[in-house]
């Protein structure tokens, strides 16, 4: 197993296979998303646009198997200007940690860890003062939820992240045998690199 982080050229390349992982990571509980590459493309030309921007691959041989994706929240502005309006907090402080996809084979090796651990150095290294990611937020009794369902809040309050009260985003996506994209909400937890 190789974890390494991705920028600029190399980070461009790779966002095809990271589309790939998306689609299959995120079609399972919580998300249930049934995406495309068309709109996969469209989403990640953050990454390559902005040169801030943070790509950590983990790789199994030469094949890409989880990716984690980060940048300047700012760049994000335009769908989480909402959540943050009345949070007080300053945007241009915060980077964000948005996509960790992991096929399942290779859970549970600290894989996670290090997606966070190079986000973070990144992050500090740029100057940002807050990382950030947000959640899908589903109903307890969702009948898609599977009855062995570990939710990922111990891990994240165990690297220092809290849920921001009341910083909810919304984003629209198919839900997989849905006929149309409904809005999900979205939790945002933060934590503070100063410290």
Known sequence: MDVRT??????GSALDDVATLRIRVFRD?????????????????VYRDDPRSILVGAFDGTRLIGASTGGPLVSHASDFADAFQDSGIDLETVFYCAESVLLPAY???GIGHAFFDQREVHARALGFENVAFCAVMRPADHPARPPDYRALDTFWRGRGYAPLD???AKFFWKDIGEPEQTAK?????????KS
Not at 32 to 41: A, S, V, W
Not at 185 to 193: A, G, I, T, V, Y
């Open 29 to 45: 509980w919580p998300y249930l998303y049934d995406g495309d590459h068309e709109y996969e493309r469209n989403y990640l030309q």
């Open 6 to 11: 991705l920028t600029g050229p190399a980070l």
């Open 166 to 168: 009341g910083v909810i």
């Open 107 to 109: 859970r549970g090796q």
């Open 185 to 193: 909400p979205l939790q945002f937890w933060m934590r503070s690199l």
